[in-house]
Structures are given as structure tokens and as C-alpha cells.
């Protein structure tokens, strides 16, 4: 994985490259990011994410000195292997639906010691300057289910009735602008200014949206979760903030992993 | 008066997805989750910089919206709302509509305005341009919405369809029920004066949307 920096870091160069030549209008936007993800396939900086999160997996951190090692996450303790691509899903020892950031907050509570608030203390990077523990650890977990297909549970009544909220939360209109995600995701073939909407409310536009996050912005220089991408859609809407690994997250997040079934898991991907 | 009767075909339009189910218990209803999501989203926010809690109380023309859940509203239902927005429109009080095409240009590109995290001593602009078509110099802009270009060329100049244009920009439900457009005077999003310039970027003879 880490033989991968350099080319990552020549990918990061022309993908800027590509940008400038998108904004003067050469081809398509669509079109060139398409040729950028094709060209940087193999070297996407979201590996450093990777990298450093399996570190931080495997080492011993919190007051009571344990790595995340044990922690199950679906499939048994330790599995890494296939477990994001089942999320979230019911937990029997948390008796609740769990999506995976609030599956390692439980486990960096219940075994490395952790309090609540501190483990879910800094959600989210900002460069080098501040660096997230937990985006790490959401890139090294979801990459280990790369190629894999979407199966996520609607067996336990949990299961089923989260996924009927998120249905809610994902149409419930409010705010000075009227706004709900399906506002903006409810239409095929739409867009804001140049921004490609995909539209959330089919299979298609829902599987392609939900199998590429977590993702590497490119225009941001950072690793960001599925969780991350909620909040901003939140803001952008004119909701209030949106709290990390909050309910309505994983109830959202159920609805539109449940709808991407069937689909392969494909990211961390690189974005604009 | 309008709110009972809006609350009244809600409740008809729960009621109608219910019928013909299975029996289902008093949780697992479409009213049952509906009030779940609402109060698990109410848990799940907290308020920041300008946007409060509050921004997740619905009136009556967004809980009818959104229990349609992106589904056209039939027609009598339609209706109803639209009524209903029409008669919230508050008019100018010395009757002119049309403000300064140039300054419109300006609040239609502004995409600023209401987020938390935006400024809240402004600029609050209107961001008509993503997702409408307007002047044909800007290039980037959305298609959410039909393209505005030539408007009031192809629709004419008089003062019927300014005053379409500006009650459209008052309360965008008053003419098309839970439409995907902010009602950016109902809602306080835009000045008076702002929306008046607005709409002279639609009607005025001289602004490019008309050249």
C-alpha cells in the first residue's frame, strides 16, 4: 500500500492540471472527471488515510491501553474484511443500529476506555493541521470491503424502522429554503450551476452516490466519511449542524446504504 | 383557517397510504414513522451561527410536501396550497415591481445567505443560477429549475406577468404547490427592494435576459 505514495502525490499534480483545464471549459466537467478517477485509479491519496488508519487499528491507544483489534463490527471481533459493506446494521450489545463511525465510538469506549465525547471529539480533518483519528479509521475499514458487493440488512425490526425514518429524514422539508435532500437529489439529470446531481431517490443514482464515500476531495485536500458528507448536504440545506453520528445519521445513512444493495463498494474514491 | 384544512388533507394523504396494507401496529404506521423522524431530528441537530432549531418546525405547506415525498400533489390538494400561499404574498405597498435589473444581476449570483456557515450581517443573495438559466453571459448555471432567459420577451412585458414574476419570487407555492423553489419573500430570505430587482432582471426591457 505504502509503495503507492509517490504515484498518489504525481495523481494529486494532474488531477490540479485537469481541474484548471475543466475551468476553462475544455470538455465536459463530467467528462474529465471521469478521465481524472480513471487516470489516478491506482494512486489515490486516500491510501495515506488508509495507511494510518490501520496503524491506529492496530496499536494500543486509550486509557486502557487496547487496540481496536477485538472490536466487532458485524462480523465477528477483528473482522475488517467485508464488514463496512453490511452496515449499518442491529448490534445486539448496543441493542441499537449501528453505521460505522458509531460502531468504532462504541468500541473505543467499551474497550480502549475512551469516553463518549472524547471519542467522538474531532469527527472530521482539516489538512495537515488537524488530522482525524476517526476518518483514518473510516478509510482503512471501508477500504477492506472494496469490490465488495452491498448487502445490508432489514432482518431486525431496528433495521426496518430506521430504514423507514431515513426515508422520512430524506424528504422532510424545513428551513428558510424549503429544503430536503430531495430537492436536489430527486431528479434525474440535474444540476446546481455546473455541480452534478445525482439523483438519490433511484437505484442507479443511489448505488453509484453511496458505494464511492468515503472519498479523497481533491478541492478540499482531505479524506471525508459518509458522515462528513451528510453534515455539509445539511448545511448546504439550511439546517442547523447536523451532530456526528447522531441518530438521524444512521437512520439517513440506512435508508441510502439499504438502497445501494446489490451494488460493488468502490471507494475510498478521489473526487473533485 | 387554512392550516385546519391543510392538517386535514395530511391526515387524508396518510390515511390513503395506510388503506389496503396489511394490519400493521400503531408504530409501524406512515403517521407513526413520520413522527419518529421528526422527533429524532429534532434530537439529532444542534444549533449553529445563524441557523437555529427552529429551522426544523414545518408549517403546514412544507408537512404536506414532504409526506408527498417528491410525488406531484393531486390536484385538488395542489390547489389548496396554492390558495393558500397566494393569500400569505404581500404586495408592495406603493405598487411598483420592478426594482434595478443590474443590482438583480448581482443578488441572482449570490450564493450566500442563511447557511451557518454564513456571515449573518450578510450578503444574502438568492442564487437563482444554480438552478436557473438567466442572462446568457453566465454560463455556469443549474437546471433544477426551467431557463429564465428571454422571459418576459416570450411572455411579454405587461404588468400581469410582472406581477407573476414578483408573487413567483414572493412564494414560489402560490403558483406551483411544493415546488422545489424557495419562497424567498414568504420566508424572509429576501428584502422587499431585493426581489424587486430580481424580477427587473426578468421583465426589464433593457437587462440581457430580453436582449
Redesign the interface.
Known sequence: MRSHHRRAAQGVAALFILAAATALGQGSPVDEIAKYRAALQDGNPAELWEARGEDMWKQARGPKKASLERCDLGLGPGVVKGAYSELPKYFADADRVQDLETRLVWCMVTQQGYTEADAKKNPFGAGNDKKADMEALVAYVTSESRGIRMNVPQSHPKEQEAYRIGEKIFYYRGGPHDFGCATCHGDDGKRIRLQDLPNLTKVDGARKAYTTWPAYRVSQGELRSFQWRLNDCFRQQRFPELEFASDASIALTMFLARNANGAEFDAPAIKR | MHTRYLLSVMTAIVVTGCAGGAATPPS?TDAG??A???A??K??????GQ???D????DE??RV??????KPPPREIAEKIERANLAMIKWPADGKLLGDWKNGEKIAQEGRG????DDPAGPVGANC???HQIAPQE??????GPSLYRFAKVRGYGPEIQKYAYGKVFNS?AYAACT?M??FGH???LTEQQMKDVVALLMDPESPVNK
Open positions: 409501524a414513522i413520520a419518529k423522524a421528526e429524532m431530528l434530537a439529532s441537530f444542534k444549533a449553529r441557523a437555529g432549531l429551522r426544523l418546525d414545518q405547506t412544507q410536501c414532504s409526506a408527498l415525498a417528491n442563511k447557511q451557518y456557515s443560477y444554480a438552478c454560463v455556469s448555471y443549474g437546471t433544477i407555492d422545489t424557495p419562497r420566508n424572509g430570505i
